[in-house]
């Protein structure tokens, strides 16, 4: 050791000091901290916030497999320095993975307590949003027999729904990236308590930061065509023609292909084609048409996109009406033109009033594996 | 010893007896009838050739053909004391008459039979090892290489001991600097004693304070021949088991013959297997310490509840947790390392049961903790080379403590210390990290794959070969 070169006594010396420092700095130990896993915030009494936030308990022995805690704040933040006065836990915000909001809050506008989501690095851009109708403090306390950790059984809801393209996904992310993007507006999945459950109710569609309107959530898988391309779905139409009462069509595995096309009408005004292209496979049919022949098919074909159209001029036109453009046709405008006569053209005045047309092609790919 | 006497006279009987006084081992044997006198050491000769090579001849001689017998090649003659001192000492006897001396190989030391290599198990291919005694293991070499291009040099270490060391090269291929440098280092070391190659390699290396190895040793003579052809150059010294081969870089260690032996998927695969290995024994228990005391972010929600019901029991901070479960697994490789084979096994079944189940059951450890610790241990062994999977241990106990004081951080922070170490390296004046740095993007094939051999057709560049063509296939 006496003749080691004394950058390497000293590197030694570095390394036995290391052993003392252990301790020092900032540590989250893990059995010390107390994980927010789902949070909720209302709008409380003049003006305040109440929040509700849920952590599982480590301890098995324990009744419950969680800790409700809940109280009014001005702030996110300023509520979880209070309330961790109740814990005997750290409170951190790292595993947090949903957010809920209520009705009223939502129609309030929810930017100004998005910003800690924002700011705090700890906080997962992939926090799933959404509205409660209601009390969102209610939905968090219940107790669900079925489902001991609420937070992964919403996301889990959340998660599968969104999969199949029945509600949006709507992320801390896509909320933010559609806020502050001028063309399109934010949306959220609305739940509601339904007994021991809790349920998808409708898509909220949101004015900048505000609740506006609603779309049933039957209406979600056209919502989805209308708001962009996917592959895998499912869809159940209701067909209005063909026999008395009607027939439903039951189609799996679509692929959807949307193309928004943007021209100029005789005024200037922009015209938009919003263009779908779907393809799927029928796995059941209550009507009378023979999926084998490639005639009938056909006409199968054609009275689900003339459903589909209805149902889509229905949606738009209701949009357009609360003046909240959440499938983006902002967007393809936009792209249309440069950013000067896009900035003139006052899009949000422009929108209600503007023309958009539907169209839809669906293609069966197969028939199931009857034989008729 | 050999300081002592300054003069290199003519040697004579009564000097040599003098020499070797109170050397019980010395035989002094006396033909009275034709003057001639027989000196040797009879703890190093081989009674039978003795008997055969000078006995013999001599009892049936007639005192004047003593002159053509010592004609014959086998008795060398000297003339110098010191050569004649150290021919007894390595096993030759000599022989006095007539005011001459003559040495005659009379060498039998019994060693101990080639045995399968231990260290190096492979399961394909050869299973023989090289063994303390060099001529045997010379000969394991010289009978796989059947070349006169084969060379031989042998070298002398030791002040008090006179170790012989071999250099083993192949002319043609093999850089003769690297030759040159390789007798000059072993000359220029001043010891009294060198016991094994794991000891000279340590005694001729680049940066003799580096954490890593820099010289690779091997006791299979089937890896010994790789290297040779592959223009490296190779030294087995007297008595010890293992042969080393300069240069080298940090990646050979991590293959093994049976890359070769096996079809070359199998062998790119498991050469993969051994990189994963590096990166879970370096970090797995470095990054459970760090995502327990700062990342609590990084766990899976599936994870998470489990993970916090096994630490809430813990008494201590996860970094002693750590440090506490490493040190005992190491206790009980170095416990099992040193004790005969058969208690060996019983401290593997106590320390397995006892420690494994016991400690998580009173809540002394997290069991997650164990699965780190016991899975981060099993890919140190995978690792082939003793001396580097040992140096890799040690750098993880660096590693959990980075890790403890600044998390991730810390652990990125241990790996670019480490990287900054690695390329620091030289082996023989070579870069260690070849053919990473400097760049050789033909030789990757053979280092983090293990290519079919018919793309495998140049040298590595490390070696400076004189040659950098491989035999192509006929394909």
Excluded at chain 2, 187 to 201: C, F, G, K, P, Q
Aim: proline residues 5%.
């Amino acid at each position: 050791m006496k003749n080691a070169p004394i950058r390497l006594r000293r590197a030694l010396i570095c390394m036995l000091l290391l052993l003392f420092m252990p301790g020092c700095g900032d540590q989250r130990i893990l059995e010390k901290l107390g994980f927010v896993q789902a949070s909720s915030y209302d709008l409380g009494e003049n003006g305040q916030l109440e929040v509700t936030i849920t952590m599982p308990k480590a301890d098995q022995n324990a009744g419950q497999r969680r800790d409700v805690l809940s109280l009014m704040a001005r702030t996110g933040k300023e509520a979880r320095v209070k309330l961790t006065r109740e814990s005997n836990l750290q409170l951190v915000s790292g595993q947090l993975r949903n957010s809920l909001f209520g009705m009223s809050l939502a129609r309030k506008g929810l930017l100004k307590h998005l910003d800690t989501f924002q700011r705090d690095p700890s906080i997962s851009p992939r926090v799933k949003l959404s509205v409660v109708r209601g009390n969102a403090k209610s939905m968090l306390e219940r107790n669900y027999p079925n489902q001991p950790i609420i937070s992964r059984y919403i996301e889990g809801l959340l998660q599968k729904e969104s999969m199949g393209q029945n509600i949006p996904v709507s992320t801390l992310y896509t909320f933010i990236r559609d806020y502050y993007d001028d063309g399109i507006d934010p949306v959220m999945p609305v739940l509601r308590n339904k007994s021991d459950n809790i349920i998808i109710d409708g898509i909220a569609l949101f004015r900048g930061d505000k609740y506006i309107a609603e779309i049933p959530a039957d209406d979600g898988m056209v919502f989805s065509f209308l708001r962009g391309s996917f592959k895998l779905g499912e869809l159940s139409i209701h067909l209005s023609e063909g026999e008395p009462g009607g027939d439903t069509v039951m189609i799996t595995s679509i692929v959807s292909k949307r193309k928004v096309r943007v021209s100029r009408s005789a005024e200037g005004a922009p015209e938009i084609t919003i263009q779908v292209r779907l393809k799927g496979t029928v796995i059941e049919y209550t009507g009378g048409l023979s999926l084998d022949r490639p005639a009938e098919k056909h006409t199968l074909e054609k009275q689900i996109d003339k459903e589909l159209v209805k149902e889509a001029n229905e949606m738009i036109a209701f949009m357009q009406k609360h003046k909240t453009d959440a499938i983006g046709i902002g967007i393809a405008v936009r792209n249309h033109m440069s950013y000067g006569a896009w900035k003139q053209m006052k899009w949000p005045e422009m929108y209600p009033t503007v023309k958009v047309k539907c169209n839809f092609h669906f293609e069966i790919m197969n028939a199931g594996k009857v034989v008729e | 010893m050999s300081n002592s006497q300054t003069e290199s006279s003519l040697p004579t009987l009564a000097h040599t007896l003098d020499q070797f006084e109170d050397c019980m081992d010395l035989s002094h044997r006396e033909f009275p009838n034709l003057g001639v006198h027989a000196v040797y050491l009879n703890t190093l000769i081989s009674g039978a050739k003795l008997q055969n090579e000078v006995f013999k001849p001599l009892h049936d001689l007639e005192p004047d053909q003593l002159t053509t017998l010592f004609q014959q090649s086998q008795f060398e003659k000297q003339t110098d004391d010191k050569a004649l001192i150290l021919g007894i000492l390595s096993g030759k006897a000599a022989v006095f008459a007539e005011e001459q001396v003559y040495l005659i190989d009379v060498r039998g030391a019994e060693g101990r039979a080639i045995t399968n290599s231990e260290i190096e198990t492979t399961i394909t291919g050869p299973h023989d090892a090289l063994t303390e005694q060099v001529s045997l293991s010379l000969m394991l070499i010289r009978a796989r290489i059947r070349s006169t291009h084969l060379k031989i040099v042998k070298l002398s270490v030791g002040e008090i001991t006179k170790n012989d060391v071999y250099i083993l090269y192949i002319k043609d291929i093999a850089n003769m600097d690297n030759v040159q440098e390789l007798k000059q280092r072993i000359s220029d070391i001043e010891i009294d004693a060198v016991h094994d190659t794991n000891m000279l390699i340590q005694l001729i290396d680049d940066r003799p304070y580096a954490l890593f190895p820099q010289i690779l040793t091997t006791e299979r003579p089937d890896a010994v021949v790789s290297k040779l052809v592959a223009g490296r150059v190779v030294g087995i010294m007297d008595g010890s088991p293992s042969a080393f081969s300069v240069p080298s870089t940090f990646y050979e260690f991590f293959s093994s013959s049976d890359d070769y032996y096996q079809r070359w998927m199998l062998g790119t695969a498991t050469r993969m297997l051994r990189f994963f290995a590096l990166i879970v024994t370096v970090s797995l228990t470095a990054l459970y310490v760090s995502v327990t005391t700062f990342h609590y972010e990084m766990i899976p929600e599936n994870l998470l509840m489990t993970l916090v019901e096994s630490r809430s029991r813990v008494p201590f901070p996860p970094l002693y947790e750590a440090l506490l479960m490493e040190m005992t697994i190491e206790l009980l490789r170095e416990a099992g390392a040193r004790l005969p084979t058969k208690i060996g096994q019983t401290i593997g079944i106590v320390g397995g049961i006892v420690i494994g189940q016991a400690a998580v059951q009173a809540g002394f450890t997290s069991n997650i903790l164990i699965i780190a610790v016991a899975l981060s241990t099993i890919a140190s062994f995978v690792i082939p080379n003793y001396t580097m999977s040992a140096s890799i241990r040690l750098m993880r106990f660096g590693f959990i403590l980075l890790a403890g004081l600044w998390g991730n951080l810390g652990i990125a922070i241990g790996i670019t210390a480490t990287t900054i170490h690695l390329c620091s390296l030289i082996s023989m004046k070579a870069s260690y990290v070849t053919p990473i740095a400097p760049n050789q993007p033909y030789e990757w094939r053979d280092v983090f794959i293990r290519a079919p051999f018919n793309l495998l057709k140049k040298r590595p560049t490390q070696s400076r070969p004189m040659n950098m063509t491989r035999v192509k296939p006929k394909r």
